[in-house]
């Protein structure tokens, strides 16, 4: 019965645990992954690309609403739409309250979406009890330390 059963070429060694042809399962393992990786990489920049589309959509158009204040909400919202279509973008909400704007834009689609919110308007004061300097607040409301005492835990 020579001659019948698997016929050994070239190629095969015929030794148990041989490692011959791995190599090419490495490769392609690697490759895989690279892709994989190469896959990964791209989609992270294009929702940072969405992202940075929104915010400067977003900017722009609450200026634009806001230096248009004066034309009505509408009109200002209107000319906030014309801004953040020119960026690639669209608007989510606009309200204008006086001269205050407050725009939502979002651009990209699907998981790759970003929204984002910007306010514009007049400079005002930082706060009820009124800008801070380096050195804390200043005004009636400013306390000087109290002196330490020697020998006081």
Do not use: N, Y
């Not at 645990?17 to 490759?31: F, H």
């Not at 001269?99 to 979002?106: N, P």
């Amino acid at each position: 019965m020579r001659g019948r059963g698997v016929k050994r070429g070239a190629w095969w060694s015929g030794r148990a645990g041989s490692d011959r042809g791995s190599a090419t399962v490495w490769v392609v393992v690697a490759l895989a992954s690279i892709g994989v990786i190469f896959g990964g990489v791209l989609a992270m920049g294009r929702a940072v690309e969405a992202r940075h589309r929104a915010g400067g959509a977003a900017d722009l158009a609450a200026l634009a609403a806001a230096d248009h204040w004066a034309e009505g909400r509408v009109d200002a919202c209107a000319l906030a739409g014309r801004v953040a279509r020119a960026q690639g973008a669209r608007i989510a909400r606009c309200a204008v309250r006086g001269e205050v704007s407050d725009v939502t834009a979002t651009a990209g689609a699907g998981v790759f979406a970003a929204q984002v919110r910007a306010r514009a308007g007049p400079a005002g004061p930082a706060g009820p009890a009124g800008p801070t300097g380096p050195t804390g607040p200043t005004g009636p409301e400013a306390r000087a330390p109290e002196p330490a005492t020697p020998g006081r835990r």
